[in-house]
């Protein structure tokens, strides 16, 4: 049987959205329904991915995640501004026509989430083993790791740096390099360096990062 | 009152009847990027600007770096201008193709949506290769900086880009035939084309962006609320702006009524001026692409930072976008504004009077909640 998910924004640019689109334009284990396709009503039971921050000041859109977290079997944060914050770690409110919209969060600080997949936006060859792991049932270590990403609240090129290379276990593969959305990892001297005023605090470096990332697994997972 | 939800757009809104009067309704939460930049450094800027919208990134970061290079009064080399407009072509493509996907069930019958969305498809898929190659991401490109491009581009690189590009324009041929033909329109598509719209238009360049065709003093940016005087007028978080007092058209069409002539006065014209222009792109980009001369340099080798005041001006997929930016002695973002065209566009949409002349508009929500007033 086919999955049916569907994908909700909260208020984020889109760019999720679309990368969704393209990744499930030829995946023939679920059905995906999303509203740049078209309007549609969300069943019970059904797997819900999520993108886009959740704005605390905003008591409807609130009560409307808390509806979906009921609604869904399986939630996804989609993108890094759902699971871990992103780019909308920097908001601080006070612009017009909406000043009082100051604080965004992860969707994980109001509900329960069962999957976490950063990234700005995440990219097609991440989202497909995600959805056919997702499709097989079984608990595989890539499904894992976007579990334990659930646990935290914010990621950055600074906790890559702390947790991998100032711990001496980095290996130099370059994968956080490649991995970057803005080009803010670059090698020096054969080990990462971050630009610090590049880094959006996506998280994608520290979940391709194949040291960092069984580093959450260890840490909240077992 | 009667509410609906609007699907099929880039974002969230709703679309409010009270008696015969609409009203478009952002409800997207306002992050509020201008005030989020006070006080970061221009590296930060143009990365954190180009998220504000992920159907027209490339164009924010455009005329960020436009305004900051403004500010510091710098000029990029040649090559670093031509490989930046061949980027924000691209993305305007994409972003037309984008918005065909989902405006094809309103314009042509039930039977030939699937075809044409398929080929749509396959042309964005090739768009983003492209894109790809050129600029390091399909969404959020990496690669433009203040001062030009980041990366050098050779010849292999835009041989290989030149023939992805002849494929999808090959494509694009097919939806162009398909979808200007009207016998395969549905009704409300050909009501629309004999429903004539009398606007004021506005653009400042075909292809890039130009600040001394505008002049951005005359722009004045007003809340929702002060548009309409119903209460739920103030649940928007979109701003709109008007030009001399006057609102005006941005886009596609009023690009091509000022720059080339383009006769459709019906409200479907947007759509076919869209089309248009997929093929005006394609063309300037092979252009571009034979000015490109490897081996110079693709950005300004070096500039000084400091207090200065820059104006950025592109011609965004959906019209005229304007970044101003205010330095402060340490190279720091002291002030920020931005303009987005769906603000222009929002009073424009509602007198259209129904939600397929909204969708043709292609509202951008998320740029549409990012915007501050500016006193005047």
Same mark, same amino acid.
Request: net charge neutral.
């Given at each position: 049987m086919k999955m049916d998910i569907f994908h909700i924004d909260l208020g984020g640019c889109e760019g999720c959205s679309v990368a969704l689109l393209r990744a499930m334009l030829d995946m023939e284990s679920c059905n995906f329904r999303s509203r740049l396709r078209g309007d549609f009503e969300i069943t019970?039971?059904?797997? %819900?991915?999520?993108?886009?921050? %959740?704005?605390?000041?905003?008591?409807? #859109?609130?009560?409307?995640?808390?509806?979906?977290?009921?609604?869904?079997?399986?939630?996804?944060?989609?993108?890094?501004?759902?699971?871990?914050?992103? %780019?909308?770690?920097?908001?601080?409110g006070g612009q017009q026509p909406k000043p009082h919209h100051m604080t965004f969060q992860p969707i994980n600080a109001v509900v329960k989430v069962d999957y976490s997949i950063p990234g700005c936006p995440?990219?097609?060859?991440?989202?497909?083993?995600?959805?056919?792991?997702l499709a097989s049932g079984k608990q595989s270590n890539y499904l894992q790791i976007f579990k334990a990403v659930t646990n935290v609240k914010k990621l950055s090129g600074f906790d890559l740096i702390d947790d991998v290379i100032l711990q001496n276990i980095c290996i130099s593969c370059g994968a956080c390099v490649l991995s970057c959305p803005t080009g803010a990892m670059h090698m020096v001297g054969g080990k990462p360096d971050l630009i610090v005023e590049k880094c959006i605090r996506c998280g994608t470096c520290y979940v391709r990062c194949p040291r960092a990332s069984q580093l959450l697994v260890r840490r909240y997972l077992k | 009152m009667k509410e609906k939800k609007i699907?099929?757009?880039?974002?969230?809104?709703?679309?409010?009847?009270?008696?015969?009067?609409?009203?478009?309704?952002?409800?997207?939460?306002?992050?509020?990027?201008?005030?989020?930049?006070?006080? #970061?450094?221009?590296?930060?800027?143009v990365q954190a600007v180009m998220r504000i919208c992920g159907i027209c990134h490339a164009s924010h970061a455009i005329a960020s770096c436009e305004a900051f290079e403004h500010a510091f009064g710098i000029y990029p080399p040649k090559n670093g201008l031509l490989v930046r407009e061949a980027i924000g072509l691209l993305n305007r493509i994409q972003s037309h193709l984008l918005h065909n996907i989902m405006i094809l069930p309103d314009i042509l019958k039930s039977e030939f949506v699937e075809k044409a969305t398929h080929l749509t498809i396959f042309a964005l898929e090739n768009?983003?290769?492209?894109?790809?190659?050129?600029?390091?991401?399909?969404?959020?490109?990496?690669?433009?900086?203040?001062?030009?491009?980041?990366?050098?581009?050779?010849?292999?690189?835009?041989?290989?880009?030149r023939e992805t590009i002849k494929k999808a324009e090959e494509i694009y041929g097919d939806i162009e035939k398909m979808e200007m033909d009207e016998s395969k329109w549905r009704k409300i598509a050909i009501d629309a084309k004999n429903k004539?719209?009398?606007?004021?238009?506005?653009?400042?360049?075909?292809?890039?962006?130009?600040?001394?065709?505008?002049n951005p003093e005359s722009i004045e940016v007003i809340p929702y609320d002060?548009?309409?005087?119903?209460?739920?007028?103030?649940?928007?978080s979109a701003m709109v702006a008007l030009y001399d007092g006057r609102f005006v058209e941005v886009g596609p069409r009023a690009r091509l009524k000022i720059y080339r002539n383009f006769s459709f006065d019906g409200i479907i014209g947007i759509q076919i001026a869209r089309l248009k222009e997929i093929g005006l792109a394609i063309h300037r980009i092979y252009e571009i692409f034979d000015q490109i001369r490897s081996g110079q340099p693709f950005r300004t080798e070096s500039f000084m930072v400091g207090r200065g005041e820059g104006i950025g001006v592109y011609e965004a997929p959906r019209g005229t976008l304007i970044h101003r930016v205010k330095m402060d002695d340490d190279g720091r973002v002291e002030a920020y504004h931005i303009v987005v065209p769906t603000m222009f566009n929002i009073p424009l949409m509602e007198k259209t009077n129904s939600e397929f002349g909204i969708r043709l508009f292609d509202p951008c929500i998320p740029c549409a909640t990012h915007c501050e007033r500016v006193k005047t």
């Open positions: 019970d039971g059904a797997i %819900i991915m999520v993108s886009g921050p %959740i704005c605390m000041n905003d008591p409807e #859109k609130i009560e409307f995640l808390k509806k979906l977290r009921e609604k869904a079997t399986t939630l996804i944060a989609f993108g890094s501004c759902a699971a871990i914050g992103g %780019i909308t770690r920097y908001c601080r995440p990219s097609p060859r991440m989202i497909k083993p995600f959805i056919n792991s | 699907s099929r757009i880039g974002g969230e809104a709703e679309l409010i009847s009270i008696d015969t009067s609409k009203l478009f309704i952002v409800t997207a939460p306002v992050r509020g990027f201008e005030k989020m930049v006070e006080g #970061k450094s221009p590296s930060f800027v768009i983003n290769k492209v894109l790809s190659d050129l600029a390091g991401a399909p969404t959020h490109p990496n690669r433009i900086v203040i001062g030009g491009i980041s990366k050098e581009i050779n010849e292999n690189m835009i041989e290989r880009c004539e719209v009398s606007n004021e238009y506005l653009a400042s360049h075909p292809f890039y962006g130009d600040r001394f065709s505008i002060e548009l309409h005087d119903e209460e739920v007028a103030k649940k928007s």
